[in-house]
């Protein structure tokens, strides 16, 4: 287990390196200037040569790449500015602020998005999957399999305005998402994202209907499950403690799969709610050419899908003994 | 063998179990009847989809209720099994019946120590502690002859060797006591060695607990090894029965005359082939009218009046002994007789 720890951590900060290094890269091959949109409108070269030097980028690729990397680690030194304290993620182009206090500020919306939104699509996906299951054929089991058909085919862009629409404008039920820490007013965080976390449902809650019900309808037929019963065991129990326990495995990759989508890919669900988060950071510190900003915003989306996927491993060594983490 | 002046320990009287599927209905057993003593051992024999399988699953109230119907009696002990409520079924299964199943590696959960397995039973119908269902379990792995069952008693499944794993399934049937095993081709996925050890050990778990024991297979020498009665079935219906010396000695119906023609034997001259018997077993969707097994039985010709094809033969039981054919009995002596100087010369 420890061993297993060790390797898949090292593993992802490779993975983090390799996504960062070509960012980095990338970024430069975007045929615009950050020092020049810095300068202004009066600009001379020498003034020019002053702000490279301020943002960072006078120095060879290769060198400002490990200054950045120096910076997560030690901190780093910023001319006219400062000493940046570890981890030190650098400061944005456009308005100067430290990068990392920028994403403190923007994580906990797209993270409270992300998992506000799992504890209905799991509840309401899985739970749905469970009845279609056990009443297969039933007029049950087909309503939430045509639903779930319905549901996978709906996009949050489209869903979500239709929602604010009919639930905020019209009828007045919901408030319009915006967001309040929780740990400032839990109920002002609820009703604020209340709208964008059943959106989100509608549109993931399909997808764990069908994999719940394919699940349990394989494993209900399994061998042991009927060794559970001729031992006498109740149904729940069968249910429950065997069937449901070799269909959690899938469901629980399919999960890490999601949150990884969810928190890297908020672009959609902040900008179609008008909310404040990693995902809408990142598309404006790509219009602005703001390397900093971009590459802070990318590694911490990807740190949050490459843990996710440690974490699912692990969970599912939980679920199943036959597997081994070595 | 079969005691007939009182109630046997378990009476199936002529069980139909019916699925329906989307092209109709199949009739896995369609009218079989056979009683069981205590302590005795019933061999059921026959190729795969004869309704072996089902006939078990029926008993202990296996089969999926909402697809399959069922008519007939299957009498536990005095108890009505086909209408007892899911609840009494639940009560009687892994306690006063119990099932070991063919494949251990698939029918063990794999996400459950092989310990918790044999406890869980136990704790279900004793309300034993779950120190006590454990010192249980561990006492049932040494008594299957599994080493060092306090370790072992901890470890999944996939820890375990094939025919551990079929020793633990046994532990785990037996853990209750049940007076009714039941045994659907325990031995099929093992090597001969591990095969003769798990036979021993049924039998010796027999002898100590007096449990009565159907045994399915589709290997006779197992039979031989293990049964007091055999019940030879075909197409979902009873053939041949009788004492394991009657069916195997002198068997009547030419279903069983295949059967053990086509069995390997130390005494067979290796460059003769081994008789199988033609074509396959018969679609229970859509069944051969008349007997079952005329359409592979080379023996058609010489009953009157096409009689095979079109008349079902009526199982003919005299003190337990009886068989399915519309042959007379002066046209069996007359093959064994023929089969019995073939093989002399």
């Given at each position: 287990m420890f061993r297993f720890l060790i390797r898949r951590v090292i593993g992802a900060l490779v993975i983090l390196l390799v996504i960062s290094a070509v960012t980095f890269f990338l970024f430069y091959?975007?045929?615009?200037?950050p020092a020049r949109m810095a300068c202004g409108k009066v600009c001379d070269a020498e003034l020019l040569e002053q702000v490279r030097v301020n943002l960072g980028i006078a120095d060879p690729m290769p060198v400002q790449y490990w200054h950045w990397l120096q910076g997560i680690f030690v901190g780093r030194d910023y001319t006219g500015i400062g000493h940046c304290n570890a981890p030190c993620l650098g400061y944005s182009f456009t308005n100067s602020e430290p990068v990392f206090e920028t994403i403190k500020t923007d994580l906990p919306t797209t993270i409270s998005l992300a998992l506000g939104a799992a504890f209905f699509f799991l509840i309401i996906g899985v739970g749905a999957g469970m009845i279609a299951a056990v009443k297969q054929g039933t007029w049950m089991d087909k309503t939430a399999s045509s639903l779930s058909l319905l549901g996978s085919s709906l996009q949050i862009y489209f869903v979500g305005y239709i929602a604010m629409f009919f639930l905020v404008q019209q009828l007045g039920v919901l408030d319009p998402p915006s967001y309040t820490p929780f740990t400032e007013n839990p109920g002002a965080w609820v009703s604020g994202l209340l709208l964008p976390w059943l959106v989100l449902s509608i549109i993931f809650t399909a997808n764990y209907t069908r994999m719940t019900r394919s699940q349990l309808v394989e494993q209900l037929s399994e061998d042991y499950v009927r060794t559970a019963r001729a031992k006498g065991l109740s149904g729940r129990n069968v249910f429950f403690r065997f069937a449901w326990r070799g269909a959690m495995g899938p469901i629980v990759t399919i999960f890490g799969i999601d949150m990884g989508t969810l928190i890297g890919g908020a672009i959609i669900t902040e900008s179609t709610f008008s909310l404040q988060g990693l995902g809408t950071r990142a598309v404006r510190a790509v219009t602005d050419s703001d390397l900093p900003m971009l590459l802070g915003v990318t590694v911490v989306a990807a740190t949050a899908i490459v843990f996710a996927n440690i974490l699912v491993d692990l969970v599912y060594a939980l679920i199943d003994p036959r597997i081994r983490l070595a | 063998m079969t005691s007939t002046d009182q109630q046997p320990f378990l009476s199936v009287r002529d069980l139909k179990v019916h699925f329906s599927t989307e092209d109709g209905i199949v009739k896995a057993v369609d009218g079989l009847s056979f009683d069981l003593a205590k302590g005795q051992t019933l061999g059921i024999v026959g190729e795969s989809g004869s309704g072996k399988s089902v006939t078990n699953l029926a008993i202990l109230g296996l089969h999926d209720r909402k697809r399959t119907s069922l008519d007939g009696e299957i009498l536990l002990d005095g108890k009505e099994l086909l209408t007892a409520t899911e609840r009494e079924l639940e009560k009687l299964r892994g306690n006063k019946m119990a099932m070991i199943f063919q494949d251990a590696l698939a029918s063990l959960s794999p996400y459950h120590t092989v310990g918790r397995q044999i406890a869980e039973t136990y704790r279900k119908h004793t309300g034993a502690s779950k120190q006590e269902a454990r010192a249980r379990a561990v006492e049932m792995l040494r008594r299957v002859g599994i080493p060092q069952p306090d370790i072992r008693v901890d470890d999944y499944p996939h820890q375990f060797s094939g025919g551990m794993r079929q020793r633990a399934m046994i532990a785990m049937a037996l853990v209750c006591d049940p007076e009714l095993l039941i045994a659907d081709e325990p031995t099929t996925a093992l090597d001969v060695t591990v095969q003769a050890q798990i036979m021993d050990l049924l039998k010796d778990l027999q002898q100590e607990f007096g449990t009565s024991i159907i045994f399915i297979t589709h290997d006779l020498g197992v039979i031989a090894d293990i049964a007091d009665d055999v019940l030879v079935m075909y197409g979902g219906r009873c053939v041949e029965r009788g004492t394991k010396k009657e069916v195997l000695r002198t068997p009547r119906h030419p279903y069983t005359w295949g059967l053990l023609g086509s069995m390997p034997s130390l005494d067979h001259p290796v460059d003769v082939p081994l008789n199988p018997i033609p074509g396959s077993p018969p679609s229970l969707l859509n069944p051969p009218s008349g007997c079952r097994f005329h359409p592979r039985?080379?023996?058609?010709?010489?009953?009157?009046?096409?009689?095979c094809a079109t008349e079902r033969p009526v199982l003919d039981v005299v003190d337990g002994r009886g068989s399915a054919c519309h042959l007379t009995a002066e046209q069996r002596a007359d093959f064994l007789a023929d089969l019995a100087g073939s093989r002399q010369n």
């Open positions: 091959a975007i045929p615009r200037d | 039985c080379a023996f058609t010709e010489k009953v009157a009046g096409g009689l």
